[in-house]
Every structure is written in structure tokens, then in C-alpha cells.
């Protein structure tokens, strides 16, 4: 059973820092593209941050770069997400997906004072 399960989530102020983390189960992690989307409250799903199955490469959408890391440890089937400098427009949920393929529950990131 294919399992994606992200934490790290909650309530910090602005200019704050998160790390999220995505356990993965049930597939071959180690081959798999990983990304993380995420969708503000009353939008629509918006991608964050993608890296290919080897870690190397990544790609962030323009209003992430700087503040945000994706990274990947094969050893324990889990990609991080790591936000500093947060402010209130990355307030939303925050999901992980595999090959674009599987996803997770999400995790809740709220940025406010």
C-alpha cells in the first residue's frame, strides 16, 4: 500500500521557519521524482518545489526561491521541505507527491502574528 505522510505543519509568525518532512512508503522512493504543492485557503493547487529521484536537481517556483529547501534522504524514504523567512502568503496546505503519481494528506502551514 502506497503511503505518503507529511508533518512538520503548524502556526509560526512571519519571518518564522518550518521544516516539513514526508515519510514514504509502498513504492520505490529512491526512483521517484518528489515534489511538494500546496493550496492556499479558497485557491487552487499551486506547485512548490519539485527534485528528481537522484536529490541533484530542483526547481522552485519564484516566490520560494531563497527561502526554501527540498532535500531527500533515501536511507529513511523521506523528503524535507525546509521554509524560512515565512510570511503570510505561504499559509496554506501543504502537500507531498510522488511522480505526480501519489500524494499525501497534507500538512497545515499557517504564517501569522
Known amino acids: 500500500q502506497v503511503r505518503l505522510v507529511e508533518s512538520g505543519g503548524g502556526l509560526v509568525q512571519p519571518g518564522g521557519s518550518l521544516r516539513l518532512s514526508c515519510a514514504a512508503s509502498?513504492?520505490?522512493?529512491?526512483?521517484?521524482?518528489m515534489s511538494w504543492v500546496r493550496q492556499a485557503p479558497g485557491k487552487g493547487l499551486e506547485w512548490v518545489v519539485d527534485?528528481?529521484?537522484?536529490?541533484?536537481?530542483?526547481y522552485y517556483r519564484d516566490s520560494v526561491k531563497g527561502r526554501f529547501t527540498i532535500s531527500r534522504d533515501d536511507s529513511r524514504d523521506t523528503v524535507y521541505l525546509q521554509m524560512s523567512d515565512l510570511n503570510p502568503e505561504d499559509t496554506a496546505v501543504y502537500y507531498c507527491?510522488?511522480?505526480?503519481?501519489?500524494w499525501g494528506q497534507g500538512t497545515q502551514v499557517t504564517v501569522s502574528s
Open positions: 507527491s510522488a511522480d505526480q503519481r501519489y
Open positions: 509502498g513504492f520505490t522512493f529512491s526512483t521517484s521524482a
Open positions: 527534485t528528481d529521484s537522484s536529490g541533484v536537481s530542483a
